[in-house]
């Protein structure tokens, strides 16, 4: 395709996606397709005539688009908001225009600087100290799997470097919280940790937060039994409650075995472009990695983690690679991206950062996060004056822990009403709620924080589960 | 940014993108910048007042672009073809305009079966058979890594459920080429098996392809002294010379020991498009797993990672996680993604692909493949045709690997030349090529295969070659 081509068929697809973009709140927000369907609606092998763009739209239209859960649409309250600010949209767009390639500094100097400047000024926004240097991930997932792999070789003093883990003698041991995300329990797992050197550290029944207190014993409990505590990682809002965990305590209590401490704040690092709130990070600063995600309330369009060090030598040490080829003469006055993580090959995504910040600037993203807070905590304020509502967590920042226990229902009884009003509000298209588990219990997720929800989406969903239930 | 404010400036954008793409061949190949040169182009903190598109362009265009090594570039024949095909690029914007959520089939249905089918389709196109399922990873060395992390846990019977890596007694050992990827050896140090479990198994002196012989000897010795050889990766393209080990032969002395086998394809799973390359994968059939890039030389923009398993069970009992809050009614009949890798969210890459696929077709990527095979094969006979240049290993596909050795010039001298000629032309922005190691001394290595390279473009290199060493 030539560029006049592209610049045709580009004109066309930019004004298919803002047609869609604003016909969003006229669709389902929930799928309405069934195991298979989207797949029925392509041909079982690859295409023999070729295509424009109009005849491919037409079909993205019909076979494509009825297969996509709407997590832009205002009436999404499920798993965490996943927003994909426009203005960061261009700035993808002009990553992938530009195709340029990042597998070294050498390789697109901008790409690698142009990351470093943005890491630097969202390390600022979250009132992170000038100790810490970032880089971006595709996820959060991948930033604690690296945090695993740092935490075990420091552990074992470089162990890859000769008999590697499976020659260590004394069992490295992880911490974390039964609360903390399933990426966790993933991470060590892959890191070769085993199930056995895992600890799940008690969480405090009121707030779902981990207990620094049996981290401490958990600790100590290890050593006695000849292992070496190696790594916690703390959940600076968890998955199902958005529990903070004590940083401050458990830096301190990890600190005595000189453990690594990953802080995972996926979902709750945006809460900390906001300076009232960071008081429920205290303690971050004692930690050896950050990770969090703007491609998640902050709306940086996905993928974009962000994952902090304070030992960038520790980190290259287990992370490096450095082949002849890709050898250059910069080589000590620049960054390496590639000795910071997995892949070697990385695209350019400090663009949807920058324009992002650019375009919409940091005031009006926190004056949206403000208005999300204030309309998770009106939610919550129904819910606890409403008969047979119950909040189940505090709400600690935008998400909303709910059950409806009409006459005392507990038990299967209670699951069955649960999974069932939820069911009909996500089966309806109408908004979209997220079920979990807590202490052993299913109940309702409500998430806000998608880009367009106003306070009247608020209301409005307040509506449809009262008659859900009803 | 509401649609329409993006619909106006998605149009700019699509302009600037346009232009860049029409005149990058009369800019430099290699960005013409110092380390810190862009960074120092930014504030220093983020911005306090919002821009407009066209301010961010303008910057874009003075203080980002020329930070950019032209990867797009005909006279670009560095590291390899990162070919960001403009029909793909469409595919890539579909994509982020969408902005989907890829973290179960639920949360986008179509991202997870459209994934499937084009994984199945380009499955079909490089003649594998349908015993592969396939899923898009970002890079291959990502792939990689879950394949050491598959071939771990199979050769301990999933040690991760217990007492993981580190308490298997008989230590796991990988086999690998000198001459494979970097990102080999890093996955195998990062699985935790360590430096002293890795053998570099011999290669041919003259193909540098892996002997297989040497690996059937070298699992023998491992096993005498007590370790169990647990996975093999074969490269299929290596990244000096694009050697191509020889599977069939591998996987036979692999199955010897039960021992894993992933082919590393990254770069030249692309020519198996080619029905008549396919020969140079001979015995891919009896391999455990497979990956290739489309986002090389095929040319579906960076990040398109295909990995293909035999085995979805055994890849998911490793790789799995199963929430509460990601369960649904449907993951019975589905598939899963988020158990197939690392991360949990994914973008919809496989639009990508489908773009790509149906706006330019097969034929016309097939037929592009095959004039930049002739090309090589033209450049390197005028190399061997000339006085004291040589190719130094076979060209296989697309890659040509040269000295110039003036005078029977050797050692550091030699390396020097090699070093001096290949900076000039670097330097002055005319043409890009890269040096690399070969038998312990420089060569250049010629990776010809961007889209927009012609035969013209190649005889203007052999031309700048032969006036930089004159």
Chains 1, 2 share one sequence.
Not at 12 to 36: C, M, T
Not at 328 to 333: F, I, L, T
Request: hydrophobic fraction near 45%; charged fraction near 20%; charge should be negative.
């Amino acid at each position: 395709m030539t560029p006049e081509e592209f610049r045709t068929a580009g004109h066309e697809l930019i004004d298919w996606i803002a047609d869609l973009r604003s016909s969003i709140d006229e669709r389902p927000v929930l799928a309405q397709v069934q195991p298979g369907e989207i797949r029925s609606g392509f041909p079982t092998g690859p295409p023999t005539e070729l295509s424009d763009l109009s005849s491919l739209l037409e079909r993205l239209d019909t076979k494509v688009v009825p297969g996509i859960t709407q997590v832009q649409h205002p009436m999404h309250y499920g798993w965490f908001p996943s927003n994909a600010s426009l203005s960061s949209v261009l700035g993808d767009i002009a990553s992938s225009g530009i195709g340029s390639l990042g597998i070294s500094w050498e390789s697109s100097p901008a790409l690698t600087e142009v990351e470093e400047v943005m890491c630097d000024w969202l390390r600022q926004l979250v009132g992170l100290s000038d100790q810490w240097r970032g880089s971006i991930n595709d996820t959060a997932s991948t930033a604690c799997l690296v945090a695993m792999l740092v935490a075990r070789e420091r552990a074992s003093d470089l162990a890859q470097n000769t008999g590697g883990l499976q020659a260590v003698t004394s069992p490295l041991a992880v911490y974390t919280s039964p609360q903390a995300h399933s990426s966790v329990a993933k991470a060590a797992l892959l890191a070769g940790f085993g199930w056995d050197n895992i600890t799940m550290v008690d969480v405090d029944p009121v707030t779902y937060a981990m207990r620094a207190d049996a981290l401490a014993d958990a600790m100590a409990a290890d050593v006695a039994a000849g292992k070496t505590p190696a790594a916690v990682v703390a959940a600076v809002g968890t998955t199902g409650t958005t529990a903070m965990d004590p940083v401050a305590a458990i830096v301190e209590a990890a600190a005595q075995h000189n453990a690594f401490v990953h802080v995972d704040a996926a979902m709750a690092g945006s809460a900390m472009l906001l300076p009232e709130i960071r008081h429920l990070w205290d303690g971050v600063e004692g930690a050896d990695s950050v990770s969090w995600n703007p491609h998640k309330w902050m709306g940086t369009i996905l993928d974009c983690s962000l994952h902090y060090v304070r030992d960038v030598e520790l980190l290259e040490r287990v992370m490096s690679t450095n082949p002849s080829y890709l050898q250059s003469q910069a080589d000590e006055q620049v960054t390496q991206y590639r000795n910071w993580g997995i892949p070697l090959g990385r695209r350019f995504r400090a663009l949807k950062l920058w324009f992002h910040l650019e375009l919409d600037g940091i005031e009006a993203i926190q004056e949206r996060l403000r208005r999300d807070l204030a309309n998770a905590a009106w939610l919550g304020e129904q819910i606890e004056a409403a008969d047979d509502w119950e909040v189940c967590a505090p709400v600690a920042l935008q998400t909303v822990c709910v059950r409806h226990r009409p006459d005392g229902l507990s038990g299967e009884a209670l699951d069955e009403h649960t999974l069932g009003w939820a069911r009909s509000i996500n089966d309806s298209g109408a908004a979209y709620l997220t079920p979990s588990m807590l202490d052993g219990e299913w109940m309702v997720r409500i998430s806000v924080g998608v880009e367009a929800t106003e306070r009247h989406h608020v209301e409005q969903l307040w509506d449809l589960m009262q008659r859900a239930v009803g």
